[in-house]
């Protein structure tokens, strides 16, 4: 097993090993579709899974069967992947939210849930994503009224 670093918060190396992965999900109403990258860049695999408390299982479980998730970037942490993010963040992976694709480079790339999964890894692996996840946000924002 080789070990590499990766930036943790974009001011410290973190020892990391091969097996360590992102995690993308593209969130949905009814359906998540998550993508996971390893930390080299490769794209490990592809899924959908219902949006339900156990599609959250069975997504994570996916993951993980794929690697160590350290970070996963969730499209929506605020609406349709609060859910999601609240049992990632509970598993002890650390979430970041993630801005949809602006429009032009999703024609570019040609549009699919997978593609905007496959993204938001590649902007948390790329440090370009660095937003928390709404989800505590909101929680503090309804204790603070």
């Given at each position: 097993m080789t070990t590499?670093?990766?930036?943790h918060n974009g001011d410290t190396a973190q020892p990391v090993?091969?097996?360590t992965i992102v995690l993308g999900v593209d969130t949905h109403k009814d359906v998540h579709v998550a993508a996971v990258v390893s930390v080299l860049g490769a794209l490990l695999g592809t899924q959908s899974f219902p949006a339900t408390a156990s599609g959250y299982h069975q997504l994570a479980d996916w993951a993980r069967s794929l690697g160590v998730i350290k970070?996963?970037?969730v499209e929506g942490t605020g609406s349709y992947g609060a859910g999601l993010a609240r049992h990632l963040a509970t598993e002890g992976i650390?979430?970041?939210?993630?801005?949809?694709p602006d429009r032009a480079a999703r024609r570019r790339s040609g549009k699919t849930d997978a593609v905007d999964a496959e993204a938001a890894a590649r902007a948390v692996l790329g440090g370009r994503a660095t937003g928390l996840r709404r989800a505590k946000t909101a929680r503090w924002r309804s204790f603070a009224s």
């Open positions: 590499s670093s990766m930036p090993d091969s097996t970070k996963a970037g650390e979430v970041i939210e993630v801005n949809r």
